[in-house]
């Protein structure tokens, strides 16, 4: 049983890219749990955003483990190249893959001692995870449309978090998408027991007092 610890994972995309080590270090002395690394193909997703060598450089720097979201087609290729560069979770998209390759896929994540995260979109049915949450370290819930940073929180895609703890009460359930203090009550209420916020970490005023806030 986990669920009274709350992982929080700042999103380094809302980071400032020409000084990211300070943010990185801004982050961890926050209060950071993981850091989150939003991957992106410009096909799964419409935007393009860093891949596995800027993960590699920023392993070098990052002292929490590092919670790769990739939001690609063909995670499959990365999986390797990723664990290569340092991931310590790596979260794949139900809705890149085929459904009968994900189990071997699942299996394929932890071969190379990171955890297997799966992560489902908001028009996606959380019934769809049910017979791979024994397999799963991590189930993400997407709380926007991926492919973009400081979108607003669909409430209606939290709900889904209360029938996905209901089965699993030791699946790390993350939500990402318009994470601030008030979503973010809304969520661990719900059974989620990790935060990936970006705007809310790395845009307010005082960051540890944002972190906090989570928690």
């Known amino acids: 049983m986990i669920q009274n610890k709350i992982f929080i994972s700042p999103s380094i995309l809302s980071a400032d ?6 943010d990185i270090k801004r982050a961890e002395n926050a209060g950071a749990d993981w850091l989150h690394i939003d991957v992106m193909d410009g096909h799964f997703v419409p935007n393009i955003t860093i ?3 800027v993960t590699a450089s920023i ?4 002292k929490v483990p590092l919670d790769v979201h990739l939001m690609i087609e063909n995670p499959d290729k990365y999986i ?3 664990a290569n ?4 979770i790596l979260t794949f998209h139900y809705e890149a893959v085929d459904e009968a390759n994900i189990k071997s896929l699942i299996e394929k994540i932890k071969s190379f001692n990171m955890k297997a995260g799966m992560s489902i979109k908001p028009k996606t049915a959380p019934e769809v995870a049910f017979p791979y949450l024994d397999y799963l370290d991590m189930l993400l819930v997407m709380t926007v449309e991926p492919g973009f940073g400081g979108q607003k929180f669909m409430p209606d895609c939290a709900e889904k978090i209360k ?9 790390i359930i993350q939500v990402d998408g318009g994470i601030n203090a008030e979503t973010g009550k809304i969520c661990k209420e719900y059974g989620a027991n990790s935060l990936v916020a970006g705007n809310y970490v790395y845009k307010s005023e005082n960051i540890i007092e944002a972190i906090q806030s989570l928690k």
Do not use: C, H, M, T
């Open 17 to 22: 890219f020409a000084n990211l080590e300070r």
């Open 51 to 53: 891949g596995v060598p």
């Open 59 to 62: 392993k070098k720097v990052a």
């Open 80 to 82: 390797e190249p990723f």
């Open 85 to 88: 560069a340092g991931a310590d």
């Open 163 to 171: 029938s996905i703890r209901q089965k699993s009460s030791d699946i």
